[in-house]
């Protein structure tokens, strides 16, 4: 993978996990989210575009990835496989709006996600290898809603307890 955020998060990752590669970037605005799969996680680094290049957080999350195979059709009640929503704040301010990260796997059938928060939505295709990575900006003491969008007009929105 090119795009120059990618380089930037495996770096940040080194001694995380091993054999880290990046396999999905997406970015909104000054902000690239990377996602990054090693042996054993799946990470999310989101970096802010400062000057010439993107900087990584002081913090990154990661995830166990799901080693189940992909489902044919969405469930109706668990649409991603090893769904995480992650928070990541912008500034000191508690009531400043940050950003939400949300990765899963979908189903054969999956065409988009769709994140929703009380600031912004947006929706992303379905990456062949059934990755869904989409980031909206929301406030802190929210979780924004999440809806996986199928091939034969579903919209299956995914529960909080997922």
């Not at 000054?30 to 990470?43: L, N």
């Not at 796997?105 to 990575?133: C, K, N, R, Y």
């Not at 989409?134 to 909080?160: C, I, K, N, Q, S």
């Amino acid at each position: 993978m090119s795009h120059p955020a990618a380089a930037v998060a495996v770096d940040a990752l080194a001694g995380s996990d091993r054999n880290l590669v990046p396999v999905a970037v997406t970015e909104r605005g000054d902000v690239g989210a990377v996602v990054v799969e090693g042996e054993k996680g799946r990470f999310t680094v989101i970096m802010e575009h400062h000057g010439t290049g993107f900087v990584a957080p002081g913090m990154i999350v990661g995830s166990y990835r799901s080693d189940q195979p992909r489902a044919n059709r969405t469930p109706d009640q668990h649409p991603l496989q090893a769904l995480s929503r992650k928070q990541f704040p912008v500034g000191t301010e508690t009531d400043e709006p940050g950003w939400v990260a949300v990765t899963g796997t979908a189903a054969l059938d999956a065409v988009s996600i769709q994140v929703i928060s009380s600031l912004e939505e947006t929706t992303e295709p379905i990456g062949e290898t059934g990755l869904a990575v989409a980031v909206v900006r929301a406030r802190t003491d929210e979780l924004p809603r999440v809806v996986v969008h199928t091939a034969d007009g579903r919209a299956v929105p995914a529960f909080m307890g997922q």
